[in-house]
């Protein structure tokens, strides 16, 4: 019997020719993992999007659909019963889906209203406190009012790690939880490992909460022992106060020949600068889930991470990388130098983060996915009894 799935998101491309990191990433290969565990399902992905972006584009997602939903939204997020909740709903409702799977943002529909899972990517709320805005405070009550009742609607939620259920636990007391990691391009599988010399690799957004300026004066201190570090930042950059900032910081640490700001990567490109890197870092002072980091590892590739949020159950200290003290940068060094030092022991991380990655290849993480949708569909049958 064919199952109708619904996935609800903001983040999907226009086309499988350009596909983008994060969650963006995440949803596509989910859609192609559940595709690939099961050939009976018809699969509908429901995308909010917003003034002048582009559409979907015909015929670019062979085996299933992509709806479009205008969405108005705010600094916050989606307005919670305007725009594309009351859109999404309609188009629900002529779907008439067994089950939607909703990644993300919980407003997006009412969890009470259809048999319905939620992924929790992130805790926005918490991320904003790290803003450099005077307002910081008050968004994240804002947004802790506004998403908390939200996601206790849903009666079933997909936590990508332990964190993520200890953080909602207490507020979704009457959800049931499923632990499935986030599934891994299987491009990443396909590279490996290429010796370069001592490098250290970020990839991600320029922001205090990133701790972008505790791994530059790490550098610094490797610079200043003598221990060869030469550190590469992906990621797009902004004309603002940080990125300024980290420039000042780089002159006056002498490091203008060890730094390099790489600019916005593309799936290819980052795989190919990420296979030089002895380790990728994430120093970050607030992190749930971070991509970085799996993917990282399915091409044989271990950390140096903060053991914030959910890291400290993807980095295994001393086994598949190092965890360090995001507050201080003597620590980020300390946990940089073994491996700027030594290229067989980023090979012995390498491998261990590898195998700890095949968890999370689509295929497998599809399977998991379906046995989560089975069972939120005997749940709703058994709550509303036969029909």
């Known amino acids: 019997m064919s199952l109708r799935i619904a996935m609800v998101t903001s983040a999907y491309p226009d086309t499988l020719d350009r596909i983008g990191g994060g969650v963006e990433a995440v949803v596509v290969c ?19 999007v917003g003034a002048g972006q582009s559409p979907a584009r015909a015929g670019s997602f062979p085996g299933y659909a992509v709806h479009d939903v205008p969405a108005r939204r705010s600094a916050l997020g989606a307005l919670p019963g305007l725009g594309p909740t009351r859109r999404i709903h309609k188009l ?18 009412d969890g009470r209203r259809y048999p319905s899972v939620l992924t929790v990517h992130g805790f926005v709320e918490q991320d904003t406190l790290f803003a450099d805005h005077s307002l ?54 396909d590279h490996g490992r290429s010796e370069s010399g001592p490098v250290a690799f970020f990839a991600g957004r320029f922001r205090r909460l990133k701790n972008i300026h505790g791994l530059i004066e790490a550098v610094g201190l490797l610079a200043r022992e003598g221990v060869a570090c030469d550190l590469r930042l992906a990621g797009p950059r902004h004309k603002d106060a940080y990125s300024a900032h980290l420039d000042e910081l780089i002159v006056r640490q002498g490091l203008s020949d060890r730094v390099v700001f790489l600019g916005h990567l593309d799936r290819q490109q980052l795989m190919q600068e990420m296979s030089r890197a002895r380790c990728v870092v994430l120093p970050s002072f607030q992190e749930s889930s971070p991509m970085v980091l799996p993917e990282a590892g399915a091409m044989g590739i271990g950390a140096v991470a903060s053991p914030v949020g959910g890291v400290a159950e993807l980095v295994s200290h001393e086994y ?28 012995i991380f390498g491998e261990r983060a590898r195998q700890r990655a095949e968890l999370s290849r689509p295929e497998v993480v599809g399977r998991k996915t379906l046995a989560v949708y089975e069972r939120v569909i005997a749940d709703w049958r058994g709550r509303r009894g036969p029909s």
């Open 30 to 48: 989910l859609v192609h993992g559940i595709l690939t565990a099961r050939s009976d399902l018809d699969v509908h992905v429901i995308r909010t």
């Open 92 to 109: 629900l409702d002529a779907l008439q889906p067994d089950v939607v799977h909703v990644q993300g943002e919980p407003t997006f529909i």
């Open 136 to 189: 910081r405070r008050l968004r994240s009550w804002v947004l802790r009012r506004r998403l908390y009742p939200a996601r206790a609607r849903f009666g079933h939620i997909i936590a990508l790690t332990g964190y993520a259920r200890q953080q909602l636990g207490g507020r979704c007391r009457r959800s049931e939880f499923h632990f499935v990691p986030n599934p891994i391009d299987s491009r990443f599988f």
């Open 320 to 347: 598949s990388g190092i965890l360090i003290d995001p507050g201080s940068p003597s620590s980020i060094a300390a946990g940089l130098r073994p491996l700027m030092q030594s290229a067989e022991l980023a090979d």
